[in-house]
């Protein structure tokens, strides 16, 4: 510890080279509580003193680990200019993978590691599958508000570095953990769930948002309403709806044109559901084109995979193939069940076939 001390002083902090009568607990803590002059430099010498520093405290019995913990992670958090934050993430890193897995201190390390690692656009080299942060959350036992913190701090990290689909699961999974009782301290959570959905461009199936009961707390609000038109409305509703909206439509960032495009796809899917062949004419009074845009409608609609159809250029018709449904309840489900059963049906004729022809089939 003298050795330690007597760098740290050198570096610039206010602490006494003699070691403190307290035992290790002490010694550490007053060590930890000057330590972050060290990530100021680039001194090679730096890495080595904070990793002596991570392996003290590693053998430190754990009833005293945790304040410790505790207060290392808020030093290495404090993100400041040129603070190397590689560093500081790799300092994290040794701490957590050097804990047992199932200490719940081990959610405070994590909090923090996320939290540096968005800072310097590297969250993809933590762990933020949704699987392991689920079995994190059993493991160390966190309580409904630290599931929250944790999961809300997964979906903005991966929201900064563009991973919206993994940020998408993530956000579904923090609202679906509310219950009746606090599903309204979600409404931030909620809103902000709704406007991601809405506003990325290859997110189409909306429908398991209104089941949530967050979301459903927020019926009877604008927001609610035009989610619901996203999920199972034409385009000339939304239209409607941003005749009279258009202030509030701008003030969640929202750009029209974008929700246009996607509202167009949207009522062809479900047009596609419903008809398997479609006239120009149709097309162009239900999706408000032009004759000269169908073919260029329909070419970007098959683009994202959400219709398989083709265009009759004589006939001047869209011939449907499959199209993805925009809702899947009982309905779907009853169409499924129908349809497996259909299958499980000729399969049964074919094998009595075969019998008949080879009774030893």
């Known amino acids: 510890?003298?050795?330690?001390?007597?760098?740290?002083?050198?570096?610039?902090?206010?602490?006494?080279?003699?070691?403190?009568?307290?035992?290790?607990?002490?010694?550490?803590?007053?060590?930890?509580?000057?330590?972050?002059?060290?990530l100021k430099d680039d001194d090679k010498e730096v890495e080595s003193v904070m990793n002596s520093i991570v392996s003290l405290l590693l053998i430190l019995e754990t009833e005293k680990q945790e304040t410790l913990i505790e207060s290392l992670c808020e030093k290495l958090v404090k993100s400041r200019e040129g603070e190397r934050p590689s560093l500081r993430m790799q300092l994290l890193s040794n701490l957590f993978h050097g804990m047992d897995e199932t200490a719940p201190v081990r959610y405070t390390v994590y909090c923090s590691l996320i939290k540096v690692a968005t800072t310097c656009n590297a969250i993809a080299f933590i762990p933020t599958d949704l699987d392991q942060v689920r079995k994190w959350i059993t493991d160390w036992n966190l309580n409904t508000?630290?599931?929250?913190?944790?999961?809300?701090?997964?979906?903005?990290?991966?929201?900064?570095?563009?991973?919206?689909?993994?940020?998408?699961?993530?956000?579904?999974?923090?609202?679906?953990?509310?219950?009746?009782?606090?599903?309204?301290?979600?409404?931030?959570?909620?809103?902000?769930?709704?406007?991601?959905?809405?506003?990325?461009?290859?997110?189409?199936?909306?429908?398991?948002?209104?089941?949530?009961?967050?979301?459903?707390?927020?019926?009877?609000?604008?927001?609610?309403d035009l989610l619901t038109i996203f999920v199972s409305a034409k385009l000339a509703?939304?239209?409607?709806?941003?005749?009279?909206?258009?202030?509030?439509?701008?003030?969640?960032?929202?750009?029209?044109?974008?929700?246009?495009?996607?509202?167009?796809?949207?009522?062809?899917?479900?047009?596609?559901?419903?008809?398997?062949?479609?006239?120009?004419?149709?097309?162009?009074?239900?999706?408000?084109?032009?004759?000269?845009?169908?073919?260029?409608?329909?070419?970007?609609?098959?683009?994202?995979?959400?219709?398989?159809?083709?265009?009759?250029q004589t006939q001047r018709k869209v011939i449907v193939s499959h199209s993805t449904h925009r809702t899947f309840g009982k309905q779907q489900w009853q169409q499924l069940y129908d349809s497996l059963s259909s299958w499980k049906g000729n399969l049964a004729t074919v094998k009595t076939s075969l019998q008949t022809l080879s009774p030893s089939a």
């Open 237 to 312: 509703a939304y239209v409607k709806f941003y005749q009279s909206n258009k202030d509030f439509i701008d003030s969640l960032g929202l750009n029209h044109e974008q929700n246009m495009a996607k509202m167009c796809l949207l009522t062809f899917m479900g047009m596609a559901v419903e008809f398997k062949e479609i006239s120009f004419g149709t097309m162009q009074q239900e999706l408000q084109l032009e004759e000269d845009q169908v073919e260029a409608f329909v070419i970007d609609a098959v683009r994202t995979k959400m219709v398989y159809c083709k265009i009759d």
């Open 145 to 224: 508000e630290k599931k929250h913190t944790l999961l809300r701090l997964v979906y903005e990290a991966l929201v900064e570095c563009k991973k919206s689909e993994a940020a998408a699961k993530v956000m579904v999974e923090l609202l679906g953990s509310y219950t009746e009782d606090n599903a309204s301290q979600a409404r931030v959570d909620a809103h902000r769930c709704i406007v991601r959905a809405l506003k990325d461009p290859n997110t189409f199936l909306l429908d398991h948002l209104l089941a949530l009961k967050p979301v459903r707390f927020l019926e009877g609000e604008l927001l609610h």
């Open 1 to 38: 510890f003298i050795k330690l001390r007597a760098y740290i002083k050198a570096k610039g902090a206010e602490i006494s080279e003699e070691n403190s009568e307290g035992g290790l607990h002490v010694d550490l803590a007053q060590i930890i509580e000057a330590c972050d002059v060290c």
